[in-house]
């Protein structure tokens, strides 16, 4: 079963290559889409096409980073200099020092160090490519194993949030008959006591007629301060955030999606409310939401 994802990690892995000793850090913060920055050494900048398609296979979303650097191997047969880049450089170096002439000269190990310098003519360029993969295989396992730790963590504090979420509703839909009742009991007292002082002033008008009229307004307010559709909402909306949970993958935006539609509920809710109870209920469903929303976050 797939599982939910923090999208902050870090990992590194190191590794022996044809071309001498490799480093592969990966790193990701928090981002609305899936933002890629390959950090790679000349010496294998041809690998990012094939780097690209194996990260964006593992990484949806969050603001990723990976670095590749390279120590270069010096022992006989693996090393040779690159001549036309040795030329470029012996320039550059001539022209700085005509401009600048107590600069200092670069040493051997300058030169060497300078990307490009070495060259390796005998190692295929697809086997350094599929050796650089296998580090940076190691390093992503590494990052998605401690992201999905954390995933684990935000998915119970989610969990958590939801049933805080269906307490208050339960809580709330137990106490809607009582408080439809009483309101329904004090709306038609006032409603007596406004329509008798018009049926004492025109005759016209009958008690039972007065009486229908009241039923009327009674049950017309009642409708439009039935919440009974945001109750049911609000069970579904959380239904749905347990499930895309257990489902796991990248599920951050569907998530994020769901809490505003939850926050829609609580709101309309707190518009309906005709009692202090429903009121508190609103305002509880709003923190668990927005403590919801705070942990989303961080989800890829």
Not at 212 to 232: S, W
């Amino acid at each position: 079963m797939a599982c939910i994802h923090s999208m902050t990690g870090f990992a590194s892995a190191q590794g022996d290559i044809s071309l001498g000793h490799v480093t592969v850090e990966v790193r990701c913060v928090n981002s609305r889409y899936l933002d890629l920055n390959l950090k790679i050494c000349e010496d294998l900048r041809f690998t990012e096409p094939a780097l690209r398609q194996v990260i964006t296979a593992r990484v949806k979303r969050g603001s990723f980073e990976c670095r590749i650097s390279l120590k270069s191997s010096l022992e006989d047969g693996v090393g040779t200099v690159n001549v036309a880049a040795l030329t470029t450089l012996k320039n550059l170096q001539s022209a700085v020092l005509s401009e600048l002439p107590d600069a200092r000269a670069l040493s051997v190990i300058d030169v060497l160090s300078y990307p490009g310098i070495l060259a390796n003519n005998a190692a295929d360029p697809d086997v350094i490519q599929n050796e650089l993969l296998a580090v940076l295989d190691r390093a992503l396992e590494s990052f998605c194993a401690s992201r999905q730790r954390e995933g684990k963590a935000l998915a119970d504090v989610l969990l958590k949030n939801c049933d805080q979420i269906d307490a208050v509703v339960a809580n709330v839909a137990a106490k809607i008959p009582e408080i439809h009742a009483r309101f329904r009991e004090k709306l038609a007292e006032r409603l007596q006591e406004a329509m008798s002082e018009t049926l004492s002033k025109n005759s016209t008008l009958s008690p039972e007629e007065v009486a229908d009229r009241i039923r009327q307004e009674v049950t017309l307010y009642a409708l439009r301060m039935d919440v009974e559709e945001e109750i049911n909402r609000l069970r579904t909306h959380v239904a749905e955030v347990r499930r895309v949970l257990a489902a796991g993958g990248a599920a951050g935006r569907r998530l994020d999606f769901l809490t505003q539609e939850l926050n829609r509920e609580a709101n309309t809710l707190g518009s309906k409310a005709a009692a202090i109870a429903m009121t508190d209920a609103s305002i509880a469903l709003k923190i668990s939401i927005d403590q919801m929303r705070e942990q989303l976050q961080n989800i890829e």
